[in-house]
């Protein structure tokens, strides 16, 4: 299955991907932090977005992908949206503000997560200290994820292939019971990993951790 | 000279009390190529589990002359390279570099060792410049023959494949024997591709219910109907003398 | 629910990330003296389990519907404090790599998600110990938890406290007993298939 992922972008060459990784951990952090505290005007607001969308600019993401996942706070916008008419307390503007806020952070985020690979961003937090074993966690569900997704959309369409019509107590009781096989199957899944990892010398008195 | 490889009357049985090799008995010289067939169940992968010191029966195990024990299980495993079915298993970082370069790290290599460790056998896998690319976006063929770079990384004495065509369309299970052809060094190779270990080996060993029914030359094993059918296998259709029906 | 960034404001913040920064310190403290070797792809494979389960949809009413978290079910295989560390874990690279929620509010979330289901769900679970037990933990954890999100929206000024609890409860009341029954059917499953997974050491 092709999967759309964020790291799809993250091995251009421009300015903003040449910058350090800690920098742009930094620089995106303190961002975040700033677009949930700053009190907000709309010029600030337009400001934002213009120099966001600079950024997405320099460092050549296509507008549409850049888009497309920002529209993930959606749901939650209109859920405040939905009840500014019936509480008087809140006041479009508010709800506006709050948008703005929601958006810029995102907007934020894809920068950053489009331009530092995965692997250099695990690099730089094992440099932050963080131990040794949750980065290799990281990394296994990094790398099997799109593992498990695939495998689970197969025993869907299998199931669906086999009862096409179905309820919705069935779909219930039949996605239930593929979670249970895929987790029994990613359980075994460990061990033979832990099995390859034994193989290429893997042992927890050398390894630090 | 001794052989690399020796089982000697080893046996195997699982936590639930299957037995799934009795009194197993068999051999790899230097510089062989064999081929291990057999039906679903015969201990094929369990041989090759054992040789790789994960699992311990009874029974002799020699690598080179070494006794496989648990103690020396560790230094002993990184000489065999075993190759799994399924490379996602295999291949667990995010990107072939770290993947290749995870056993010689782990062996204590330096990281000039380690470097050109990973470059030779990505080289010989015929994959260079994929030091950077993520294991998932592979091909099943690229990613199978990562998976033989991780373990030639680490320099083992022997290759061993476990069902090395599983999943590969012609044209990647072409170059996977074109690979293993120009790959010098001593192979086993179990499996069900008759035609690959025909093509490949040099002396093919069948096995059935845990022991080793007869060793011998390929062609000369494979042709004898009898043999074959008796222990779930076919004739292989490149040397079948006759067409015969669909049964 | 994932709180994305910019809905919350800085004090809610800073106190949230707090309190999750603390739950966090003393479960990782646990987990680094008991882990093995074995554990470490365990852990990474059954939470890129829960991580692909998450983004199942489970139609609820009328075109909406809900997702499990499975932070219970960790919790009841894995132990309550492994199960809050792979949460946690899971709603970084959520944040990071699909925009499900904020990295801001990653303290907030984490209260929501893993101190109420890895930790408070594992406590009701406690009760009993039987499947039944973990279904009824789940579906508390669930709304225990969409009651926090509530809380923090409305300490950061964004929604009314009755619009907030209304709609976020009723939410998660439906979400609650999707992932009540979904964590007995896989216990159900496992159980059945392959019951040693149940009797691994529980950190």
């Not at chain 1, 296509?62 to 209109?78: A, D």
């Not at chain 2, 970082?93 to 010689?104: K, L, S």
Request: aromatic fraction near 10%.
């Amino acid at each position: 299955m092709r999967h759309s992922f964020i790291d799809k972008y993250s091995d251009l060459t421009t300015p903003i991907h040449a910058l350090h990784p800690r920098v742009k951990l930094l620089v995106f952090l303190a961002l975040l932090f700033y677009f949930a505290a700053v009190p907000i005007t709309w010029w600030i607001v337009g400001l934002n977005v213009l120099g966001l969308t600079l950024g997405t600019l320099i460092a050549r993401l296509p507008f549409r992908f850049v888009l497309k996942r920002m529209m993930i706070v959606l749901p939650f916008l209109v859920l405040i949206i939905l009840f500014i008419p019936l509480f008087q307390e809140q006041s479009w503007t508010d709800a506006g503000i709050t948008a703005a806020r929601a958006f810029c952070s995102i907007l934020a985020l894809i920068l950053f997560m489009s331009t530092i690979p995965f692997r250099v961003l695990l690099d730089e937090l094992s440099r932050l200290g963080v131990p040794k074993f949750v980065i290799q966690v990281f990394s296994f569900i990094y790398r099997y994820f799109f593992v498990l997704i695939d495998e689970l959309e197969r025993m869907e369409l299998a199931s669906r292939a086999r009862a096409p019509n179905r309820s919705r107590k069935h779909y219930y009781t039949a996605l239930s019971r593929m979670l249970g096989m895929l987790i029994i199957r990613s359980y075994e899944r460990s061990e033979r990993i832990y099995q390859a990892m034994q193989l290429r010398g893997y042992d927890w008195e050398e390894s630090e951790v | 000279m001794t052989s690399l490889i020796e089982f000697e009357n080893y046996t195997y049985r699982y936590p639930d009390g299957t037995t799934a090799l009795s009194g197993f008995t068999m051999n790899v010289e230097q510089r062989e190529r064999v081929g291990i067939v057999g039906p679903n169940g015969a201990g094929k992968t369990t041989a090759l589990l054992a040789l790789s010191g994960l699992i311990f029966g009874e029974g002799t195990i020699r690598i080179d002359g070494e006794t496989l024990q648990k103690k020396n299980g560790r230094q002993l495993r990184s000489r065999v390279g075993l190759v799994f079915q399924n490379p996602d298993d295999q291949l667990f970082m995010p990107t072939v570099y770290e993947d290749v370069v995870f056993g010689p790290k782990n062996l204590g290599w330096n990281a000039a060792q380690v470097d050109k460790a990973a470059k030779e056998a990505l080289d010989a896998v015929e994959l260079p410049g994929y030091e950077q690319k993520s294991s998932h976006h592979l091909s099943s063929g690229e990613k199978k023959r990562v998976a033989i770079a991780t373990v030639l990384a680490m320099q083992p004495d022997i290759l061993v494949l476990d069902e090395p065509t599983t999943n590969l369309d012609p044209h990647a299970r072409r170059r996977l024997m074109q690979l293993l052809a120009s790959l010098e060094i001593s192979t086993i190779i179990a499996g069900h591709d008759l035609e690959l270990i025909l093509e490949l080996c040099t002396r093919a060993v069948i096995i059935n219910n845990g022991a080793v029914i007869k060793t011998g030359e390929p062609k000369e094993l494979f042709q004898d109907k009898l043999l074959m059918e008796e222990n779930y296998l076919e004739v292989p259709y490149s040397l079948r003398k006759v067409r015969e029906d669909v049964y | 629910m994932h709180i994305p960034d910019g809905f919350l404001d800085t004090k809610t913040i800073i106190v949230t990330n707090l309190i999750s920064g603390t739950a966090l310190y003393v479960a990782f403290r646990r987990l680094n003296r008991a882990v093995s070797p074995e554990k470490v792809p365990l852990m990474g494979v059954l939470a890129s389990f829960a991580f692909a389960a998450q983004l199942l949809a489970f139609p609820v009413a009328a075109g909406t519907s809900a997702h499990i978290t499975g932070a219970v079910l960790l919790a009841v295989i894995l132990g309550p404090f492994t199960s809050l560390v792979l949460i946690a874990m899971i709603l970084l690279l959520q944040a990071l790599l699909f925009q499900h929620g904020g990295v801001l509010t990653l303290g907030a979330n984490l209260i929501n998600l893993g101190l109420a289901g890895s930790l408070f769900g594992y406590v009701v679970y406690r009760i009993r110990e039987d499947f039944l037990m973990a279904g009824v933990a789940a579906f508390l954890a669930m709304v225990a938890g969409g009651v926090c999100a509530a809380a923090e929206l409305t300490i950061s000024g964004r929604l009314p406290w009755k619009a907030a609890v209304i709609s976020i409860g009723t939410a998660q009341v439906g979400t609650g007993l999707v992932e009540g029954f979904v964590t007995v059917s896989v216990l159900t499953v496992i159980q059945h298939v392959r019951p040693d997974l149940l009797e691994l050491r529980k950190i």
